[in-house]
């Protein structure tokens, strides 16, 4: 009996799936793994919880998800909270497996877990292979001989991949699985307190959606939001909201997770134009999608550097590390209302429009001067759409160190009138404003004393008074180009 071993990371799927339907192909039996690794739920650079309550929830759900799936098909899922390294070479001995199939991965942390695996191995008679399904277009299709060669902008990324390679179809599931052998202890899916992660699993319940892991729920959001809700035709038009399920996909914790792929999506939108209507809408969600390529790419091109303080482009910046500055960052207590509603979102449901995230992130680099990895350590921790190229690389292009070609930083006030204009967005989420005037809803500290207590918010007692003059930090980034 030919044996393999399928170990599942960020891919907790069994539709378009390369390396469970080779296994399936070319095995009699395939034992499919997931390890909960300890050093996922310790602490990440600053000190900070790299797994929070929600985001664990989250996995922990698209990993009982992914069992179910198996077991559908006749398997399960092995599970051992442990490190790969430990696990899968006992499971090679147990079982006689000749070969371990994965995903590669492009970030750091995640490479020294795979040349850890490989080590491990060496004493086995297993043989590790790579798989490649992360992104829209392929790796061995893309026009890039090496990493090297993939460019530092999008818009020459996007023309190279759209005029030189093309979406593969995705890829059927097996139709059936032999059991796992008698023996074997499939284990137990561990609590969010077994993982050592402390904190409130149970997200807000005025967050934009209740977020539910797994493969199951990871489909049904692409059918509810491209054709039971007919929201697709509208994207590019509401993508920016705030407030609400359907201003934008949402598609992101399952992808983040490898519940759903880019190619599904993109399968998806190619449907929706035959059948209903194709607009600048539907190019622009295939668009985001190939951003989230652009990123994955120039991560594995980078690959230290992007965690380096200097980032992608090595700027000399002389970054802070003022303990205040990031508590009142972290805890929402700016004084700042677009930059504290969307932080008490992001604390309270894991997750950020991303409008958003550029906003926060430009508060925190560009007018708080902090080392922008404080953020992205933050938001590793906190957000239920963690990916680590999208995460990371997103920060760096919007605190100078990345990609981005132009030295940017957002107007937060201006982008809180623009995408905030009646103010529903920051009363959602701050009620002490509740009762502020629309004129006064995205500055409540230029209200009169008198107004104040009019509105029922005093600056200072009920709502902070702003923690920097935005105005003055805008001219000290400007004067620093």
Known sequence: MSTAIVWHRNDLRIRDHEALSYAAEHHDVVIPVYCFDPRHFATTMFDLPKTGAIRARFLRESVADLRESL????????????????????????????????????????????????????????????????????????????????????????????????????????????????????????????????????????????????ETRGLDRIQQYIWRDDHLKEYK???????????????????????????????????????????????????????RDFFTYVTWKAGPKLFHPGGLNDNDIDWTYHDESFEKWATATTGIPFIDANMRELNTTGFMSNRGRQNVASMLSQSLKLDWRMGAAYFESRLVDYDVASNWGNWAYNSRVGNDPRSRYFNIVKQAQRYDSDGDYVRHWLPELSDVPDQYIHEPHTMSREEQKEYGCIIGADYPEPYVDLEKTYERIRGER
């Not at 402390?198 to 892991?213: C, F, I």
């Open 237 to 291: 038009a509401t993508r920016n909201g705030l407030l609400g399920e359907g201003y934008s996909s949402k598609f992101s914790p399952w992808l983040a997770h490898g519940c759903i792929t880019p190619r599904q999506i993109y399968e998806e939108v190619q449907r929706y134009e035959d059948r209903r209507v194709s607009n600048k809408s539907t190019y622009w969600m295939v668009f985001e999608l190939i951003w």
């Open 71 to 214: 077991k559908g098909l006749g398997a399960d899922l092995v599970v051992r909270h442990a490190k790969p390294e430990d696990v899968l070479p006992e499971l090679v001995r147990e079982t006689s497996a000749t070969d371990v199939y994965m995903f590669e991965e492009v970030g750091t942390e995640e490479k020294e877990v795979e040349n850890a695996v490989e080590e491990a191995l060496r004493n086995t008679n297993a043989q590790p292979a790579y798989f490649w399904g992360k992104t829209l277009y392929h790796l061995d299709d893309a026009p890039f001989e090496s990493a090297d060669d993939v460019p530092d902008v999008f818009t020459p990324f996007r023309k190279k991949l759209q005029k030189q390679s093309e979406v593969r179809p995705t890829i059927d599931p097996p139709e059936t699985l032999a059991p796992l052998p008698e023996d074997l202890d499939p284990g137990t899916i561990p609590t969010n307190e077994d993982l050592g992660v402390e904190g409130n699993a149970t997200a807000d319940e005025r967050g934009v959606l209740p977020w539910k892991g797994g």
